[in-house]
């Protein structure tokens, strides 16, 4: 009856690969959120990190778990990835909508020249 | 090979996707300016599926195979079938679809928007072969609305004429009411049998698992979808306005996609439907054949008066849809699948005539100025007449038909045996069928042409639109010769074998059938031969020698220029809903008047002042005792403690997050080094203190900074 994706497409690439890329992913990620002194360029290195995620949990979920014939191990890792898709998007989404809000208030989008939570 | 072939079905509709999403991003640096890749898949497309037919052909099982999708609580497939009546299917609409997008190429040659245009086509179409294909309603539904969705992109090409994206807007809406139908369909479906496979719900029925009353409900929302989509009666409307975009657009819709799709998913889930027959006030099938045989009559009157060529064409597609829900209502399943692959063709036909008579015109539709074309183009004529003569249902009962013909007849014939008024006003509209497609043809190709201007200005049609002609004409001819083999085949090889319910129908149709059929068949065929007689006669005699004597006798009685302004302007329907509309509006503006005078001020307003005079009391509480005891003693302390904090609240972004980073770091090391702690948080504190200092300065060069 079911025809599964790996069987079409069997894995080649081996799972740490995956996870070197991933980790190097969340890291230039990181280095942008901490360097990038634009508030775009911020949130971009954001959902660099959070891509990073997707690809690990994509990566675990199609070869990390042995695959005892059910179902959910394949899949669970994916669905994770589908919620946290949606869920970058719904925070890039508030974030841009800050960072417009703050530019019509301030007329700047850097970040370090918004101090205003200074003690 | 063939197993292969017909195992890897679902590339029948993957390939245009990924023509789609390449021609869509790379557009028209891809050769043939977008249109050769998007021909080609379709081709492969037409191939594999001629190889899935052929894997059936040779006496192959139908295959079911999915992907899983999902699993939550339940396990969720998307799969796919290749049976007898969807490997026919895919066969016509990858067919369709292919000679559509060769003919676009010609129509559409010269429009900014060209490969954007084969882009859609291309999903449009892989849309439909995944519908056909699907086996599951999730993959089914997912299907349904991406049809519906590329049929508003397709529409409302022409964006910026305000018709167009009226018209878009119009046909996605009105949809959009059935869909809410089919919607509560699946979800009742899935309440009933825990289950969205298809062979597991038909099972269920079987078993007679579900009740009477839920089954009657699911079959009548199901047929809303098929009502939005597919133009019956209340939800025709949107159908007409749907010209308002490219002519290959129309021909696809009216052929093969859009509105296929609702007759397709009525016959893929007749087992549930049939489950209603002859259930009494629970009859779920007396309505499909009922608002069929009504639309079918409706929508012919409404084509004699409509002067735009691809009107007459649209709501000629709403009355064949009306025969092919009128069959399957009147559970000859297999009559109205059939006459929806025989129209397929003369209609995708007609329409691409029309184009092309479209085209040489200039872009002139309205068919008063027109006349006289079938000199400047004979291979257009030709196939247009047969075209007619295949959409009116020529042919010689028991000697020689058009495929229009054979399917039509059968629809005829079962409703004859089964409802006898359906029947009546079936033969009404296959009276007038003819009548107002010779009416078409006439006011169209023959005489002269009546507009000077366009007279003159003639041009050819390209190849690539004629051929895709002659090669649907042969088809429009000879499809209907195969009805008796398809119809055995079909009852051998429909997928669902699990389902008796379909054979036992047809078998006890069969039985009675053989005594009664004969004679019932052909009066009903004799009929209707006399019908289209007297329609082509009755048409030919009104507008063979041009429209004028016709529209001067109309313009002398009273009573026929009521009737024609009655059809001309639809009956009004358009006009009924807009007051709907209105009527609904202006109520919601009444219930915002109410909301905004009379329950804002009751409750509004008077809670507040109840809120007020609370206010009074507790405000007396506030001044004299926390403001003057407990105010002064919190701060002294709060304000030590700040002066501490201070350092830390940089206001600096950046900061912060260095400090995530870090507590990250933190976290990390002691995960990796649960033994160490000590150690680990003496570096973290070490951290934490060079970023406090490193903060402090940040603050101080914050201060400094400029604006």
Redesign the interface.
């Known amino acids: 009856?079911?025809?599964?994706?790996s069987d079409i497409f069997p894995p080649i690439v081996p799972l740490s690969h995956y996870l070197l890329f991933s980790a190097i992913l969340f890291a230039i990620g990181?280095y942008g959120?901490?360097a990038r002194r634009n508030?775009i360029g911020?949130l971009l290195s954001i959902e660099l990190m959070l891509n990073a995620v997707n690809v690990n949990l994509a990566a675990f979920s199609r070869s990390g778990l042995p695959d005892t014939g059910a179902?959910?191990a394949?899949?669970?890792g994916q669905?994770f990835v589908i919620f946290l898709i949606t869920v970058a998007v719904a925070e890039a989404a508030v974030g841009l909508a800050i960072i417009v809000a703050i530019f019509k208030l301030r007329k700047t989008v850097l970040?370090?020249?918004?101090?205003?939570?200074?003690? | 090979m063939l197993e292969l072939c017909a195992?890897h079905a679902y590339m029948i509709a993957v390939l245009p996707v990924i023509a789609f999403a390449i021609v869509l991003f790379t557009g028209r640096r891809t050769p043939g300016n977008g249109a050769l890749l998007p021909i080609l898949t379709m081709g492969v497309s037409f191939l594999w599926s001629v190889g899935c037919l052929a894997y059936m052909l040779t006496g192959g099982e139908p295959i079911?195979?999915?992907?899983?999708w999902?699993?939550?609580g339940d396990?969720f497939?998307l799969s796919y079938t290749v049976d007898a009546a969807s490997t026919a299917m895919l066969v016509m609409v990858s067919l369709v679809a292919l000679l559509v997008i060769i003919y676009s190429q010609g129509y559409m040659h010269g429009d900014p928007g060209y490969s954007l245009f084969f882009a859609y086509l291309s999903l449009f179409s892989a849309s439909m072969l995944g519908l056909v294909l699907a086996s599951n309603l999730i993959l089914l539904f997912i299907c349904w609305e991406l049809v519906g969705l590329m049929s508003y992109l397709l529409i409302g090409f022409w964006f910026h004429k305000p018709e167009a994206a009226r018209a878009c807007t119009k046909a996605f809406m009105t949809t959009r009411i059935g869909d809410a139908g089919i919607t509560v369909a699946i979800g009742l479906l899935f309440l009933a049998t825990r289950s969205l496979d298809l062979e597991t719900i038909f099972q269920k029925v079987a078993a007679g698992e579900v009740s009477q009353q839920m089954l009657f409900v699911i079959s009548l929302g199901l047929f809303a979808g098929a009502v939005g989509k597919s133009a019956q009666f209340p939800l025709h409307v949107w159908l007409p306005d749907a010209m308002e975009g490219p002519t290959p657009v129309s021909a696809l819709i009216h052929a093969a996609t859009m509105v296929a799709a609702g007759v397709w998913m009525v016959y893929r889930m007749s087992p549930v439907i049939s489950a209603t027959a002859g259930q009494g006030p629970y009859d779920a099938t007396v309505w499909i054949a009922g608002i069929g045989g009504f639309t079918a009559l409706f929508s012919a009157t409404i084509a004699i008066a409509q002067d735009d060529i691809k009107r007459v064409l649209a709501y000629s597609t709403i009355s064949q849809l009306g025969y092919m829900m009128l069959g399957l209502g009147v559970g000859a399943w297999f009559a109205g699948f059939f006459h929806l692959l025989t129209h397929a063709f003369f209609k995708a036909l007609l329409f691409l005539g029309s184009g092309a008579v479209i085209i040489a015109c200039h872009h002139e539709q309205d068919m008063k100025k027109m006349g006289g074309l079938a000199h400047h183009m004979p291979v257009t004529f030709w196939t247009f007449v047969i075209g007619t003569l295949a959409l009116a249902g020529a042919g010689i009962p028991g000697l020689l038909g058009l495929s229009g013909f054979h399917s039509k007849e059968m629809i005829l014939a079962a409703a004859w045996m089964q409802a006898r008024p359906l029947a009546v006003m079936a033969l009404c509209g296959a009276f007038l069928t003819p009548f107002y497609m010779t009416r078409c043809v006439c006011l169209t190709f023959f005489g002269k042409t009546r507009d000077r201007h366009l007279a003159e200005h003639i041009t050819k049609v390209p190849l690539n639109m004629t051929v895709p002609l002659v090669i649907l004409s042969v088809f429009a001819v000879s499809a209907g010769w195969i009805a008796k083999p398809l119809d055995a085949w079909l009852q051998r090889g429909y997928g669902f074998q699990s389902v008796v319910q379909v054979e036992e129908l047809a078998a006890a149709h069969g039985e009675e059938l053989e005594a009664a059929h004969h004679a019932a068949e052909l009066t009903v065929a004799w009929i209707a031969f006399g019908c289209v007689a007297l329609g082509i006669g009755l048409g030919l005699a009104l507008w063979g020698r041009g429209p004028e004597r016709t529209a001067a006798m109309v313009r002398k009685s009273a009573a026929l220029r009521a009737l024609r302004t009655l059809l001309a302007r639809k009956y009004y329907i358009d006009e009924f809903y807009g007051l709907l509309v209105h009527g609904a509006i202006h109520f919601m503006i009444w219930v915002a008047v109410f909301d905004l005078h009379v329950l804002d001020r009751v409750f509004v307003r008077g809670w507040g002042w109840l809120v007020l005079q609370l206010k009074s009391i507790a405000g007396w509480v506030d001044r004299v005792i926390v403001d003057k005891i407990l105010v002064h003693a919190g701060p002294c302390a709060v304000f030590l403690l700040?002066a501490v904090?201070?350092?830390?609240?940089?206001?600096?972004?950046?900061f912060y997050?260095?400090v995530t980073?870090i507590g990250g770091v933190a976290f990390i090391g002691i995960s990796l080094f649960p033994e160490d702690v000590p150690q680990v948080m003496g570096f973290t504190i070490v951290a934490a203190v060079v970023v406090a200092a490193a903060g402090a300065t940040l603050?101080r060069v914050?201060k400094k900074?400029p604006?």
């Open positions: 009856m079911a025809l599964r994706f990181l959120v901490l508030a911020m179902v959910p394949q899949i669970v669905l970040a370090d020249e918004l101090t205003l939570l200074r003690g | 195992q079911r195979l999915g992907f899983l999902a699993v939550a396990t497939w700040g904090l201070q350092m830390l609240q940089t206001g600096s972004v950046h997050l260095l980073a603050t914050g900074a604006r």
